[in-house]
């Protein structure tokens, strides 16, 4: 008895160490030593998470808090998987310190904790005694000092130029392409918690948190060059000028735009059937809590099939078939095209050839045409050509040839360059991936891609996937990227589809 006793314990003593390297060392450091600190100003704690298990993961929110603000990574965690966590804590009291904070991971019970120390002996002027709320209303202040963001190579320490930044505020974005200056003036930049994201051709994309206010002085952002990209680091010629600093209002819907949008999405679940709208009642809440009532129409479905009628109004096109100008913006449309060898199974690329010729038969001489292919590696097709120019755009649609495999992250990378170089201020501004599977680029993960079509939306590049395969995993990863691109995911199945996916959705993005 006691010897079973003794292989128990020691049975119960191997699970307990076999959780704690679970959990327990996933997060490190385990505890981040500030040490004594003088000058106190809210420095922020850097945290590395590995997924040890054999299971993707994901953070679960945590609550807002006055004295902690954790930046969780988004979205799921593969297993070996490393990622970057950061805390920053806030207070208004002298001396020791010693924060513990539980955090919960889809599929387990048990928290991995976040543990952080130290001694705070005097506090900077511009020390923080509460969290920002990145939900707070972003006040703007009159500054003493101008904040300047510098961005270096972190490995050479060289301050760089010819960068793409976002700034993504609690009301606004702003920003900045192709700097000419080695530091970027924020001038009109308020108060507020933002996220950082600084892109350079040969670097890898980098995000931060920064909290900016009056005494902001300078922003030092270092990113790291991607070792296997296939771009040439450019340098790019100092002006005495400023830096535009493009200021973006995040939109907001009016009803009638809401309106609109249930109809569409009523006219596609239903484009089969007649559609009847009757006048209904709509309730709207209202700022002071009072309840309102607006007339809008009600879709509603009817069972009887009608003969099929053209679904493209004349007035859509003029006389030569092109796109009418009155009715649509100009387009910058970038294709971005799979040609790696499971595309030539089912006719897959037949299809997009049939769907891609289609489109460019309505395109104008204002519109832009550029196509870019990936396989064994990414490669410029066509650069931005006139829509016009459909003898030269149709050649290059007819050559494309599948093969290989599917780095598709580099040539994501790559269109969305393309996107913003012949960028239309007014127009449609859309890159249109066709795919059938998942990108097996080694040094890009989901996240970056995501935060690519993310970054890209927020200055007006949608991306759309044109999705052909079956796989579940492919199209999951389809369907996020479009959503982070504020683009559409669809799929082409068949000649009849093929016909008329891409012109409706240029149609669809260019419409006045």
């Given at each position: 008895?006691?010897?079973?006793?003794?292989?128990?314990?020691?049975?119960?003593l191997?699970?307990?160490l076999?959780?704690q390297?679970?959990?327990?060392?996933?997060?490190?450091p385990?505890?981040y030593n500030?040490g004594k600190v003088k000058?106190?100003n809210n420095?922020?704690?850097?945290?590395?998470?590995?997924n040890?298990s054999?299971?993707?993961v994901?953070?679960?929110?945590?609550p807002?808090?006055r004295?902690?603000?954790?930046?969780?990574?988004e979205?799921?965690?593969?297993?070996?998987?490393?990622?970057d966590?950061?805390?920053?804590?806030?207070?208004?009291?002298?001396?020791?310190?010693s924060?513990?904070?539980?955090?919960?991971?889809?599929?387990?019970?048990?928290?991995?904790?976040?543990?952080?120390?130290?001694?705070?002996l005097?506090?900077h002027?511009?020390?923080?005694?509460?969290?920002?709320?990145m939900?707070?209303?972003?006040?703007?202040?009159?500054?003493?000092?101008?904040?300047?963001?510098?961005v270096?190579?972190?490995?050479?320490?060289?301050?760089?130029?010819?960068?793409d930044?976002?700034?993504v505020?609690?009301?606004?974005n702003?920003?900045?392409?192709?700097?000419?200056?080695k530091?970027?003036?924020?001038?009109?930049?308020?108060?507020?918690?933002?996220?950082?994201?600084?892109?350079?051709?040969?670097?890898?994309t980098?995000?931060?948190?920064?909290?900016?206010?009056?005494?902001?002085?300078?922003?030092?952002?270092?990113?790291?060059?991607?070792?296997?990209?296939?771009?040439?680091?450019?340098?790019?010629?100092?002006?005495?000028?400023?830096?535009?600093i493009?200021?973006?209002?995040?939109?907001?819907e009016?009803?009638?735009?809401?309106?609109e949008r249930?109809?569409?999405?009523?006219?596609?679940?239903?484009?089969?059937r007649?559609?009847?709208?009757?006048?209904?009642?709509?309730?709207?809440?209202?700022?002071d809590?009072?309840?309102?009532?607006e007339?809008?129409?009600?879709?509603t479905?009817?069972?009887?099939?009608?003969?099929?009628?053209?679904?493209?109004?004349?007035?859509?096109?003029?006389?030569?078939?092109?796109?009418?100008?009155?009715?649509?913006?100009?387009?910058n449309?970038?294709?971005?095209?799979?040609?790696?060898?499971?595309m030539?199974?089912?006719?897959?690329?037949?299809?997009?050839?049939?769907?891609?010729k289609?489109?460019?038969?309505?395109?104008?001489?204002?519109?832009?045409?550029?196509?870019?292919v990936?396989s064994k590696h990414?490669?410029?097709?066509l650069?931005?050509?006139?829509?016009?120019?459909?003898?030269?755009?149709?050649a290059?649609?007819?050559?494309?040839?599948?093969?290989?495999?599917?780095?598709g992250?580099?040539?994501?990378?790559?269109?969305y360059r393309?996107?913003?170089?012949?960028?239309i201020?007014?127009?449609?501004?859309?890159?249109?991936?066709?795919?059938?599977?998942?990108?097996?680029?080694?040094?890009?993960?989901?996240r970056?891609?995501?935060?690519?079509?993310q970054?890209?939306?927020?200055?007006?590049i949608?991306?759309?996937?044109?999705?052909f395969?079956k796989?579940?995993?492919?199209?999951?990863?389809?369907?996020?990227?479009s959503?982070?691109?504020?683009g559409?995911f669809i799929?082409i199945k068949?000649?009849?589809?093929a016909e008329?996916?891409?012109?409706?959705?240029?149609m669809?993005?260019?419409?006045?």
């Amino acid at each position: 008895m006691l010897l079973q006793l003794v292989h128990r314990s020691k049975w119960f003593l191997l699970v307990m160490l076999l959780s704690q390297t679970a959990f327990g060392q996933q997060l490190l450091p385990h505890t981040y030593n500030y040490g004594k600190v003088k000058l106190w100003n809210n420095p922020k704690a850097e945290f590395t998470f590995t997924n040890n298990s054999d299971q993707r993961v994901l953070f679960l929110p945590i609550p807002y808090q006055r004295n902690l603000y954790i930046h969780l990574p988004e979205g799921y965690i593969q297993p070996g998987e490393s990622v970057d966590i950061e805390a920053i804590y806030y207070t208004e009291d002298e001396g020791n310190f010693s924060v513990q904070q539980p955090l919960y991971l889809s599929g387990w019970s048990e928290p991995v904790y976040l543990s952080m120390k130290g001694k705070i002996l005097t506090f900077h002027p511009d020390a923080h005694i509460a969290c920002p709320n990145m939900g707070q209303e972003q006040k703007e202040e009159a500054s003493s000092q101008i904040a300047e963001i510098v961005v270096k190579d972190k490995a050479t320490g060289e301050i760089l130029n010819g960068v793409d930044i976002l700034l993504v505020g609690p009301q606004k974005n702003f920003f900045v392409e192709r700097t000419r200056k080695k530091s970027i003036p924020l001038k009109k930049i308020g108060t507020g918690l933002y996220q950082v994201d600084v892109s350079k051709p040969g670097y890898i994309t980098k995000q931060e948190l920064v909290y900016i206010n009056k005494n902001t002085q300078q922003i030092i952002v270092e990113i790291e060059r991607n070792p296997n990209d296939f771009d040439v680091i450019e340098t790019v010629p100092e002006t005495n000028s400023d830096d535009q600093i493009v200021e973006i209002e995040k939109p907001k819907e009016s009803d009638q735009d809401a309106i609109e949008r249930l109809r569409k999405q009523m006219d596609e679940r239903f484009k089969e059937r007649k559609i009847i709208e009757k006048d209904v009642m709509v309730i709207k809440e209202t700022s002071d809590s009072t309840i309102t009532e607006e007339p809008v129409p009600e879709i509603t479905q009817i069972d009887t099939l009608v003969p099929e009628v053209d679904k493209t109004p004349k007035e859509d096109f003029s006389e030569s078939g092109e796109l009418n100008p009155e009715k649509y913006a100009s387009n910058n449309v970038v294709f971005l095209i799979d040609e790696s060898s499971s595309m030539m199974l089912k006719g897959k690329m037949d299809l997009l050839k049939i769907s891609m010729k289609k489109a460019v038969s309505a395109l104008r001489e204002e519109d832009r045409v550029t196509i870019i292919v990936y396989s064994k590696h990414a490669e410029v097709r066509l650069a931005s050509t006139p829509g016009n120019r459909k003898d030269i755009i149709n050649a290059v649609i007819d050559s494309l040839t599948p093969g290989g495999r599917s780095y598709g992250a580099e040539g994501l990378a790559m269109s969305y360059r393309f996107a913003k170089q012949n960028f239309i201020a007014s127009g449609n501004n859309q890159l249109i991936l066709a795919t059938d599977g998942l990108f097996n680029s080694p040094d890009y993960t989901d996240r970056d891609m995501y935060s690519m079509a993310q970054t890209h939306a927020a200055v007006g590049i949608k991306t759309t996937v044109v999705g052909f395969g079956k796989n579940k995993e492919a199209i999951s990863f389809m369907l996020q990227l479009s959503e982070n691109g504020n683009g559409r995911f669809i799929t082409i199945k068949s000649q009849a589809e093929a016909e008329d996916a891409l012109l409706s959705e240029i149609m669809q993005n260019a419409l006045r």
